[in-house]
């Protein structure tokens, strides 16, 4: 047996073994943490039925058939009735030191008593913290960053020793990917959790109830009593006592009080938020309550980052296609994607490329045999897949898969009966870092099945046989692919009927190009004399010696080394009248890059989306993005060489924004020297508006402007 099926019996063997914890009721517990109060009332008559908890030392010894109202002082009903919806929550009046929370479950209605906040302090002075919180989670730039703010806002929330970003990945597993910590404590970072961990029941219930609360895991359940009410849910009880399988998995992690909060998107559990303490530790409602709306926050922004990486790969794709669309037109379709094999190999972040015609297979970049691709054409087109076939674990699908040797992902689109397409990615070796060893054997005594893991040690695994994952976008850009190759074979049917169009838009084309020559003819004087006005500028420098005249005349020379970047990147598209200012952009920065040395250029991050734009609009855009960056170079950093530099272009409707973000010493002087008067020229003359605001650190200057004029 090979070590990668191994390694899979035992993971299989290992989620069978623990499928006992996946069936256990755990909203069925019929107790509650001691803490906390929990009484269960007719909601007709209000009379109480059951409780659990220190109700004698807190209420009353008569607790039990008295009126719910009268027992906690305040008109039960009138509450229940002003409750926004069935199954929700309504907060009543504390009473005796303890906040009271009503809710309806099946035939019962269930009030809860936690201990209030000592100092809970003002409600708008909370407000306006979780305000300044989210406003930072917006100007996150990834992903990444966004997470590691979160980790830190919610342990200053509440107080723990540790706080944790917790992602769900597809297997169900988990992964960390943020972390927040008292520096004698374990790291977790990167470090992921089997899916075992938490089981399915478990985080159906994350989904329902969004916070959940140990204060001491050393707790002693208080039952629900008199006997006969232990079928009651709880599912929707903060204070209810949890499965004696998750105490002892905390306590094997060491970790004496836990709290969770969970980050759900679009109604799906994306991650939690765990919360670690080493002592044991309350986490009042008020608290909770700022938790789960700082979640909702911060899955509202998870959700926008993957929207927006989302639209920039479809909008990168449909870019492609729209450059493919009429070179497929000119002729037989196949041939000229047989031609350009290299750039469709590219357009779906392949390693290799397969055309399939009949018998005759082209290949470009890696690719196995052809008579091995034949046989997997063979095996695939036995599939009811319809078209489109993808998968990142070849060997997992096709039993024949070790002919295509170190390949494991394959994207097959089959156009007709006679051409297929297929896309090809090696295997991409993976170290995963587990929190202990993920496929360690279970006892099979059935007695002991319901135990956690006790380890925690860093286990490293290597996992093969496994490409980069094809992702939603990439499929449906093969999809539209396939509709584009029929739609061109359509149209070539129908060319003989446009000769007369053709030849139009031949000498059309031809004028374009004698323009372009003329263009490329000006550039290429434009760069000479730049070159010598920069010459000139350098003997000057050289000539005047050390002081303010050499220095101005060297940032005149290099302002003036960026206006020429500008400008031969400019004239280096195909297109004169209209350019793609994100490519532009990238072009010209990466020169900027290069020039400024690697001490600049690693800091240097680039989030550009494609616009199209008026080519005399690109040259204004890239003088003021040129001199931005210029700008946070000289000023930002003035104690170092070096530091982030975040370079953002986004589209909304018939407007742009450029970004220049640094997380410098903020604005410095009031900004009146050249390159100053120059960039408001340069604004004002593409009706544009420049903003400066603080980046908290740095400074953000975002240039806001129209994408044609008016």
């Known amino acids: 047996m090979d070590p990668q099926t191994a390694s899979n019996d035992a993971l299989l063997s290992a989620v069978s073994a623990l499928t006992p914890c996946d069936r256990e009721p755990i909203h069925l517990p019929g107790s509650v943490q001691p803490h906390g109060i929990m009484l269960i009332a007719d909601p007709r008559t209000l009379q109480v039925a059951a409780g659990a908890g220190a109700i004698e030392q807190v209420l009353s010894a008569d607790w039990l058939g008295a009126n719910l109202s009268e027992l906690l002082h305040q008109d039960i009903a009138a509450l229940t009735d002003a409750a926004p919806g069935p199954g929700g929550t309504v907060l009543g009046t504390p009473v005796a030191g303890h906040d009271v929370a009503l809710h309806r479950a099946g035939p019962w209605l269930i009030a809860e008593l936690e201990p209030t906040e000592a100092d809970p302090g003002s409600v708008a002075a909370t407000l306006g913290w979780l305000d300044a919180i989210t406003a930072g989670f917006e100007r996150a730039g990834t992903l990444r960053m966004l997470a590691d703010r979160a980790a830190v ?322 499929i449906e850009g093969a999809n539209r692919l396939r509709r584009l190759l029929r739609e061109a074979r359509a149209s070539n049917e129908l060319r003989r009927l446009n000769q007369e169009l053709e030849r139009t838009g031949a000498e059309k084309d031809a004028l374009l190009t004698q323009k372009d020559l003329l263009m490329r003819e000006v550039d290429h004087r434009v760069q000479n004399s730049l070159q010598l006005v920069s010459s000139f500028l350098a003997i000057q420098a050289r000539d005047a010696g050390p002081g303010i005249v050499a220095d101005q005349l060297r940032e005149a020379r290099s302002r003036l080394s960026a206006v020429a970047l500008v400008h031969r990147r400019l004239y280096r598209e195909d297109q004169i009248k209209t350019i793609d200012l994100s490519r532009y952009l990238g072009e010209l920065l990466e020169d900027l890059k290069a020039s400024l040395g690697d001490e600049w250029s690693r800091h240097m991050m680039l989030s550009i989306a494609p616009v199209l734009i008026p080519t005399d609009r690109a040259v204004n855009i890239g003088l003021v993005a040129a001199e931005l960056v210029i700008n946070a170079t000289k000023y930002a950093y003035p104690k170092q060489s070096g530091g982030p530099i975040e370079i953002t272009l986004e589209q909304y409707r018939n407007r742009l924004r450029l970004i220049v973000a640094d997380q410098g010493v903020g604005k410095q002087g009031d900004g009146e020297g050249f390159g100053s008067r120059m960039m408001r020229a340069v604004i004002q003359r593409i009706d544009g508006q420049m903003d400066y605001l603080s980046n908290d650190p740095g400074l953000r200057a975002v240039l806001t402007a129209p994408i044609e004029a008016a």
């Open 153 to 474: 806002a919610f342990r200053t929330l509440t107080g723990f020793d540790r706080v944790m970003i917790y992602r769900f990945l597809d297997d169900e597993a988990g992964s960390v990917i943020a972390e927040d910590r008292d520096p004698a404590l374990r790291s977790f970072l990167n470090h992921h959790f089997p899916a075992s961990d938490i089981p399915r029941q478990a985080r159906a219930l994350y989904v329902r109830n969004r916070t959940r609360v140990i204060p001491d895991i050393a707790y002693v359940p208080a039952p629900l009593r008199p006997a006969g009410f232990e079928q009651v849910d709880l599912s929707d009880v903060a204070i209810r006592s949890v499965s004696p399988v998750h105490v002892e998995y905390l306590r094997n992690m060491g970790v004496q009080a836990s709290a969770s909060i969970s980050i759900v998107k679009d109604g799906l559990l994306w991650g939690l938020v765990a919360c670690h303490n080493m002592t044991p530790r309350l986490m009042p409602r008020s608290v909770r309550a700022a938790a789960a709306a700082m979640a909702s926050a911060l899955a509202r922004q998870i959700l926008a980052k993957e929207e927006a990486e989302a639209y920039r790969v479809r909008l990168a794709l449909r870019s492609e296609e729209d450059a493919l669309r009429p070179l497929l037109q000119e002729g037989d379709p196949f041939r000229v994607l047989g031609e350009r094999g290299d750039e469709l190999r590219r357009m779906l972040d392949a390693d290799g490329l397969v055309l399939i015609r009949d018998q005759n297979v082209t290949v470009s970049g890696v690719a196995p045999a052809d008579i091995d691709v034949m046989d997997l054409l063979r095996w695939a087109s036995l599939r009811e897949d319809g078209p489109v076939f993808s998968t990142r674990e070849l060997a997992v699908d096709w039993p024949d898969a070790g002919a295509f040797g170190t390949i494991a992902g394959v994207l097959a689109l089959r156009v007709d009966d006679r051409h297929t397409l297929m896309w090809l990615r090696v295997e991409q070796i993976e170290e995963i870092e587990w929190a202990g060893n993920p496929h360690k054997a279970i006892p099979h005594d059935p007695a002991a099945t319901l135990h956690p893991r006790a380890s925690f040690e860093s286990w490293h695994e290597t996992v093969r046989g496994r490409a980069r994952r094809w992702t939603l976008e990439q």
